[in-house]
């Protein structure tokens, strides 16, 4: 199985953090007012103003991103102390300090500590709680220390040296909630690291029978349902999208369903997880150039979001009934390929024309959201790295979401400002449905170059019915570029922190 659990361990302690006998203790500052953070005016005194000196010299700042390691010299029983800026009051947030955990996690890795200890911070943050900064710490390590290199020689490298992490608070009747919050963010983060692990491979690697094997393990171990219909399947069905998608390769399609039954005795309390499972899209007949092709290992990311959320919810198990569905397949060209111009009858039983074959992810996602009307759900997300224009709206920084509930929209609003990762409600005016109108068939797969990102959302609306719904292009964020704090170069795991934060919630409301 693809799963890794962290090699890095949480745990948390009853004590004083400058009395422990540590490789390295981490404590924080701001740029407000530094000596008076927590215990930072204690360690002052008994390293003889070291700090204080540093900071009337420009040395020690406070500013977001800064990293200070300092050797004690035996005035203090830690042999080191690592500061970490968290930057002005005012802009502190969650994910501010996910992002320096991340960085004090791997400064820690980089100089070979093995264990190291540190607080959580009395952060004066409106309604944010430390049990809500200890997940955040806990998630930031984790995914900040996340490397892939399962393909090289080097697949254990920097991941053997920083083993624990420890939480050390004064009260005792704290300790039970910090031990919550560790086991919260190392599941949430873990579910990341498989929604990464999952991009991140290559397409031979991630065919729709491996991706069928990985959601076949996540409900074993996590007592969920599990189906998966094969091309025989999906003829019965009539699923023309994926099965018109399919028709190019030589890889078998799967359509994957993941239960959790965490409600039974109310099942109108639900929520479906789509997610696009094209492991590798050359674009079909309307074939990509060389260039646009080589990242698109990556189109499956919708899919492992939903599969790698459901490992996290049947670990956390709150009370709602969810229901994941992957449709997955690669689109390959070749003498049995779909060709432009086709018209396929999708599950639903509206026919669609082929204007684009690269416009494939659309045709799945239409099956999937018909038979997830037809199960009776009441609330739908569908995740797709749908369109290339998305990226153009908004780059690699937002999702693009599309809704017909502003309700469930700000719901999932809600949790994004506990995960730190960001969406944008984009505009589905009525004006743009025309661009999809098809002389030959119920609709058209694609709308053209002008608002491409919203002429697709507008087609998946066509097979919503009366779910409430929301799609998350992440086109654009489901892999990155570079470093920054928590996210690392390739795959992001995005937006799987959220949606499980969500699925909790409502749960939590229920």
């Known amino acids: 199985m693809l799963f890794r659990s962290s090699k890095v361990k949480f745990r948390a302690i009853q004590g004083e953090i400058l009395s422990q006998e540590s490789e390295a203790i981490v404590l924080y500052i701001g740029e407000d007012d530094i000596l008076s953070h927590e215990f930072i005016y204690e360690a002052n005194n008994n390293l003889e103003n070291c700090l204080s000196d540093m900071a009337s010299q420009g040395q020690l700042t406070g500013k977001k991103g800064e990293l200070t390691l300092i050797h004690t010299l035996g005035h203090i029983n830690p042999k080191r102390l690592l500061i970490v800026g968290l930057g002005k009051e005012s802009d502190l947030s969650l994910d ?3 992002n320096a955990s991340a960085q004090f996690a791997r400064r820690l890795r980089s100089i070979g500590i093995q264990r190291a200890h540190t607080i959580v911070p009395q952060a004066n943050m409106n309604q944010i709680q430390p049990s809500q900064i200890a997940v955040a710490i806990t998630e930031g390590a984790l995914l900040g220390l996340y490397n892939f290199r399962k393909h090289t020689g080097k697949a254990d ?4 040296k920083l083993d624990e992490i420890v939480f050390v608070d004064k009260p005792s009747d704290r300790l039970e909630t910090f031990s919550e919050s560790i086991r919260i963010g190392t599941i949430n983060a873990e579910a990341t690291i498989l929604a990464r692990d999952m991009v991140n491979q290559p397409a031979n690697f991630m065919t729709p029978s491996i991706m069928a094997q990985i959601a076949s393990d996540i409900a074993k171990s996590n007592t969920l349902d599990l189906e998966i219909f094969s091309s025989s399947d999906l003829s019965k069905l009539k699923m023309g999208g994926l099965l018109g ?9 799967k359509f994957i369903i993941i239960k959790y039954s965490g409600d039974p005795d109310n099942p ?9 499972g094209i492991t590798f899209d050359t674009g079909g007949i309307s074939l990509k150039s060389a260039a646009g092709m080589v990242e698109m290992k990556g189109d499956m990311a919708g899919a492992a979001a939903a599969i790698a959320s459901m490992q996290a919810i049947g670990k956390l198990r709150p009370k709602i009934n969810v229901i994941c569905m992957v449709a997955a397949t690669e689109n390959m060209p070749s003498g049995s ?36 009307s037809q199960l009776g759900l009441n609330r739908v997300i569908d995740i797709a790295t749908l369109t290339g224009a998305i990226i153009t709206s908004l780059g690699d920084v937002y999702t693009g979401g599309f809704t017909n509930d502003q309700e469930f929209w700000s719901q999932l609003m809600e949790s994004s ?6 969406f944008w409600l984009m505009p589905m005016h009525e004006d743009y449905k025309r661009q999809n109108i098809s002389d030959v068939a119920d609709i058209k797969n694609s709308g053209g170059r002008k608002a491409g ?54 749960g939590n409301d229920s």
């Not at 609306?461 to 920054?484: C, N, Q």
Request: proline residues 3%.
């Open 96 to 98: 501010v300090i996910r």
């Open 157 to 160: 490298a920097d991941r053997s």
């Open 245 to 253: 998608v399919a028709k190019g390769t030589l890889e078998p399609p």
């Open 268 to 276: 109108s309390n639900n929520i479906g997880i789509l997610g696009k």
């Open 337 to 372: 390929a779909q060709k432009p111009g086709d018209v396929l009858t999708t599950f639903s039983g509206k026919t669609v024309e082929v204007d684009n074959t690269d416009a494939e992810g659309r045709l799945v996602l239409a099956d999937a959201l018909g038979y997830a």
């Open 417 to 422: 400002v506990r995960t730190g990762e960001k």
């Open 453 to 506: 990102s919203i002429t697709a959302a507008h087609f998946l609306a066509e097979f919503v019915e009366d779910m409430k719904w929301i799609h998350l292009d992440i086109a654009g964020t489901s892999t990155s570029d570079r470093l920054t704090g928590y996210t690392i170069k390739g795959a992001t795991g995005c937006p799987t922190r959220t949606i499980v934060h969500l699925i909790c919630s409502l």
